[in-house]
Protein backbone atom coordinates (compact mmCIF):
# COMPACT_ATOMS: atom_id res chain seq x y z
CA UNK A 1 0.00 0.00 0.00
CA UNK A 2 2.63 2.43 0.88
CA UNK A 3 4.43 1.86 -2.56
CA UNK A 4 0.94 2.59 -4.13
CA UNK A 5 0.36 5.63 -2.59
CA UNK A 6 4.42 6.87 -3.24
CA UNK A 7 3.60 6.21 -6.98
CA UNK A 8 0.28 8.20 -6.67
CA UNK A 9 1.98 10.89 -5.22
CA UNK A 10 5.20 10.99 -7.42
CA UNK A 11 2.68 11.28 -10.43
CA UNK A 12 1.03 14.14 -8.58
CA UNK A 13 4.06 16.31 -8.15
CA UNK A 14 4.63 15.50 -12.20
CA UNK A 15 1.33 16.63 -12.99
CA UNK A 16 2.36 19.74 -11.49
CA UNK A 17 5.88 20.11 -12.98
CA UNK A 18 3.72 19.82 -16.35
CA UNK A 19 1.47 22.46 -15.31
CA UNK A 20 4.10 24.71 -14.04
CA UNK A 21 6.03 24.38 -17.64
CA UNK A 22 2.48 24.88 -19.84
CA UNK A 23 2.05 28.11 -17.64
CA UNK A 24 5.93 29.29 -18.37
CA UNK A 25 5.38 28.49 -21.71
CA UNK A 26 2.01 30.61 -21.61
CA UNK A 27 2.95 33.24 -20.02
CA UNK A 28 6.25 33.69 -22.77
CA UNK A 29 4.19 33.29 -25.39
CA UNK A 30 2.07 36.04 -23.98
CA UNK A 31 5.24 37.85 -23.45
CA UNK A 32 6.57 37.56 -26.84
CA UNK A 33 3.65 38.35 -28.78
CA UNK A 34 2.99 41.77 -26.50
CA UNK A 35 6.46 42.61 -27.95
CA UNK A 36 6.56 41.47 -31.34
CA UNK A 37 3.19 42.56 -32.41
CA UNK A 38 3.65 46.19 -31.52
CA UNK A 39 7.47 46.63 -33.20
CA UNK A 40 5.94 44.57 -36.31
CA UNK A 41 3.05 46.75 -36.82
CA UNK A 42 5.32 49.63 -36.03
CA UNK A 43 7.80 48.32 -39.15
CA UNK A 44 4.68 48.52 -41.41
Known amino acids: ?????????NLQSEKNNMTIIFQ???????ITLAVVVPSFSLTR
Open 1 to 9: MQNLRYRSD
Open 24 to 30: LFFFLEN
